[in-house]
């Protein structure tokens, strides 16, 4: 954290360093003179500033980096990468291999991309994510990094930033568990050489592709969490404010009870139910309606008869839809999850074996 502050948004970006295996995290002033040498490795290669770069970690909390690995990546990397453009991401086995390298408990490498048009300009973002398990935003254990060759101020990128986040990576959960290392970073480079985006109909629309290309990346994230076997999307309406909409959703994603359900094909909506009870949000019971995709199992505050062959065909899905309608206001939320399985707690007693 003390390396990251010194270099906290005043300074300009060159290069993202990033290794998996070590978070680098608990490891006192050898874990930071470490970082401090990674910047300094990197810089000396692109010819700039050790400022000039950003280090990200993920992996075994409380273990040293091994600065000869590193290294030796980083001369590789270096040599490799110093001509590519953002544009040339999408279709680089280069790009594709250092995605693979920052994954950990990961399945797949995430990547996603969106290619708008401004006026005069072509603009690309280009974004990556890791992360599989301790997911639960405020962020979690993983790490996210963003491209874009759009030309933006610094301030436009950071608020920008701050909506797509609130909207995707701090909607996301696998776990309800929080690790050490949470990393976003959105960097511009304004090669598109697009009319500066500072505010306007320009920066609505950046912000929009950025929204999107980060709750891509997210529903990946939620996908792959560890052991999962579906997606499931948590949608409360309805309600008084967002924070409610929110913390309810949370809680209802983050019930092991909802999630094995889910896991099981069963469509048992009382632990739904039990869950909104005990968000420690105030709602009138008696208008709450709960559905699995289109199909309503609770109204008003009451069972009602259904189909538990189409309930259990819903659940059964890939990707599933919890929608709780509180009836209490306008505001909405949604967060996404995964379910729990036995693959969960098999990847999690062996972590570091």
């Not at 993202?16 to 608990?26: F, K, L, Q």
């Amino acid at each position: 954290m003390k390396v990251y502050k010194i270099k906290n948004i005043k300074n300009e970006i060159h290069s993202i360093v990033a290794n998996s295996g070590c978070a680098n995290a608990c490891t006192g002033e050898r874990g930071i003179k470490d970082v401090q040498k990674m910047c300094e490795l990197t810089a000396n290669k692109l010819k700039v500033k050790p400022e000039n770069i950003l280090i990200a970690s993920t992996g075994v909390i409380g273990q040293y980096l091994p600065m000869d690995k590193v290294e030796f990546g980083i001369k590789k990397f270096v040599s490799q990468f110093q001509n590519f453009t953002i544009s040339q991401f999408r279709n680089s086995e280069m790009v594709q291999s250092a995605v693979e390298g920052i994954m950990t408990t990961d399945t797949f490498p995430k990547i996603a991309t969106s290619y708008f048009l401004l006026p005069t300009s072509r603009c690309t973002i280009w974004a990556c994510a890791k992360g599989s398990g301790m997911i639960e935003p405020n962020l979690a254990t993983m790490l996210s990094f963003i491209l874009t060759d759009a030309k933006i101020t610094k301030g436009a990128l950071s608020r920008a930033l701050k909506i797509a986040v609130e909207k995707s990576f701090n909607c996301l959960t696998v776990d309800g568990d929080t690790s050490t290392n949470d990393t976003v970073f959105a960097l511009a480079n304004g090669e598109a050489k697009n009319k500066l985006i500072s505010d306007g109909k320009n920066f609505q629309l950046f912000c929009a592709q950025l929204t999107a290309v980060c709750i891509e990346l997210t529903k990946m994230l939620a996908c792959d969490g560890e052991g999962a076997t579906k997606l499931i999307t948590v949608n409360v309406r309805g309600a008084k404010n967002i924070t409610d909409a929110k913390k309810i959703a949370k809680t209802v994603a983050n019930s092991p009870l909802v999630k094995t359900a889910i896991f099981g094909n069963d469509a048992n909506w009382g632990r739904i139910v039990a869950a909104i009870g005990r968000s420690e949000v105030k709602v009138d019971s008696k208008k709450v309606d709960v559905s699995f995709g289109n199909l309503c199992v609770f109204k008003k505050g009451r069972p009602i008869s259904f189909s538990e062959e189409i309930a259990k065909k819903i659940i059964s899905q890939k990707s599933v839809s919890i929608n709780i309608n509180l009836n209490n206001g306008k505001e909405t939320a949604t967060v996404y999850t995964c379910d729990f399985t036995d693959g969960y707690i098999k990847v999690n007693a062996s972590y570091r074996s």
